[in-house]
């Protein structure tokens, strides 16, 4: 009977052992820190790239805006002081080979500038109405129209020889 006694007590007071795996499939904290730090650094990179063709093409379109204002303060000041606008004799859209304009248009027609852009000049027979547009990046246009006397996006297909925008 004591060797009962002592059986059951040692079998109370005695643990099964139990065994560890070391090898359990899983990542540690340090791991995914890591992994979540590369992706956030990933993520700032391909973000300013990003903003970087959105901001490019903003500034393009401000230069293309910029220019046809310097080209409009141009052909008015023709206006001003020869009572009509210039002429574009061979009718291609450029009113450079308007003999007078030279002496208020310091460089040439500034087509391409900045890359891809379009200016397109008109004027009427009488000479009396003019307008010039520009392309934008987002396929519209800046124009200018002698009778509204101010710039304007339009959408495509704006003319310079249209009264409205269409």
Not at 31 to 60: F, K, P
Not at 70 to 93: C, M
Request: negative net charge; contains cysteine.
């Amino acid at each position: 009977m004591k060797k009962d006694k002592e059986h059951s007590m040692h079998h109370l007071t005695s643990f099964p052992s139990v065994k560890t795996n070391n090898n359990v499939a899983g990542f540690t904290m340090i791991e995914l820190l890591v992994v979540g730090m590369v992706m956030a650094i990933l993520a700032g990179t391909l973000s300013s790239v990003i903003n970087y063709q959105r901001h490019r093409i903003n500034s393009d379109d401000a230069v293309r805006r910029a220019t046809l204002l310097k080209l409009v303060n141009v052909i008015e000041t023709y206006h001003t002081s020869e009572n009509r606008f210039p002429a574009d004799p061979d009718s291609n859209g450029n009113p450079t080979d308007d003999p007078v304009l030279g002496t208020y248009l310091v460089d040439d027609w500034p087509d391409n500038l900045p890359f891809g852009a379009i200016y397109t000049y008109w004027v009427n027979a009488a000479r009396n109405i003019a307008g010039i547009t520009v392309n934008t990046n987002a396929g519209n246009f800046y124009k200018f129209r002698s009778t509204t006397g101010d710039i304007r996006e339009c959408a495509a297909p704006a003319t310079p020889a249209d009264d409205v925008c269409n």
